[in-house]
């Protein structure tokens, strides 16, 4: 189905305290697409994404998910809901004291229905989806690069076969080489495996790289939303400066030759 909408924020308000962080804040992302989230420091970024997986309650408004209001959901829906939706944290990305296998088998353990050979299967096929070599299953977190600790994460992000990936700052804290592997990494499981991204970065190149489309948030809501091309043509003074300061434009002509990614 064209453009069906597999998340819909409407009227979302977020406060603590006196402070107010969304006001009036409407998205909707579409199923199939790389949906990425930007705007300054404390503008809400993370706390969407966690409303969106429901760790945090906003103060009004609702989040639609597959057509379920998701704070108004029942226990099977909430099941239901979780089971579909992977997520990737920016840190403490693992469980330090499980080894590589155990990380990525736990979601699938927690289930409480799969064979212990079903799981041992799943999990090296998720591995060597997230580029892992077996003989890195027995491995603990700790001896891990960064670069492996997030495919890790990955691969458990992916454990439950998701529809939706969320991604927070998914390339933070990577050397430039390992960042733009895993952009690599994500933008071909975004396009073999159907997924519904939503990602929060920093990252120009990281963004330009694997979004369909931009939501800019300024000002307590979504004050842009569109293709890289439609966000840079809105005259706020955040969108100037991020994306059309020296940074902005090192990274925007860096991709401007390529095709833009379905
Ligand atoms: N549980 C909380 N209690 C009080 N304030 C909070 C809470 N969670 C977030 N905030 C505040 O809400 C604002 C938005 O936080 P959030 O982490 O979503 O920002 P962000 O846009 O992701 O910022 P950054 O780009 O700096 O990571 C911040 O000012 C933060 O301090």
Sequence with gaps: MPNEVIIRVEHLRTQFGRTVIHNHLNLDIYRGEVLSIVGGSGTGKTVLLRQMLRLEKPKQGNITIFGVDINHANSEQVAYFRSRSGMLFQHGALYSALSVFDNVAQPMRELGVLSEQLIKDAVYLKLDMAGIAPEHAQKMPSSLSGGMVKRVALARALALEPDILFLDEPTAGL???????????????????????????????TLFALSSRIAVLADKQVIALGTTAEVIEHQHPFIQEFFLGARGLRALSAVIAQPTPS
């Design 175 to 205: 050397d430039p080489d390992s960042s733009e592997t895993f952009v690599r990494l994500i933008k071909s499981l975004h396009r073999e495996l159907g997924l519904t991204v939503v990602m929060v970065t920093h990252d120009l190149d």
